[in-house]
């Protein structure tokens, strides 16, 4: 009788095995279910395997670091178009709160021309 394992316990298991014992365990379960090493089955075509055998294949070279194409470490990148977007929200703001203060400050039209005309001239 089997023991039943969990699926993290199994990937855990196959993580631990090394490579020899992982390649053994792989060839004794094609070889329990009637597969041979290779490109294909001579006389099934692709249409013709079930999809619980795919699966499982699937599921087992899932634990092989070396046969993963994708890192699975990458973190979501934020699209351009929002940072972009926020960059010009922010930019927009801090100059109409700038421009807001310096016209409360310097209420008089006078009084921002004698301001602007001293800071060309300055010395």
């Given at each position: ?37 290779g ?5 099934k075509?692709l ?57 409360r400050?310097y ?5 921002r ?11």
């Amino acid at each position: 009788m089997e023991t039943k394992e969990s699926n993290k316990e199994r990937k855990e298991r196959f993580k631990a095995m090394s490579s020899d014992e992982r390649k053994a365990l792989i060839r004794k379960k094609m070889k329990a279910k009637g597969l041979q090493e290779g490109s294909g089955i001579p006389g099934k075509d692709l249409s013709s395997y079930e999809q619980d055998e795919v699966w499982e294949l699937i599921q087992l070279t899932s634990c092989f670091a070396e046969m993963q194409t994708k890192p699975r470490a990458m973190k979501p990148k934020v699209p351009r178009g929002k940072q972009s977007l926020l960059a010009w929200i922010l930019i927009s703001i801090t100059l109409i709160g700038g421009m807001a203060l310096y016209y409360r400050q310097y209420p008089s039209p006078d009084t921002r021309r004698e301001i602007s005309v001293d800071g060309i001239f300055a010395d």
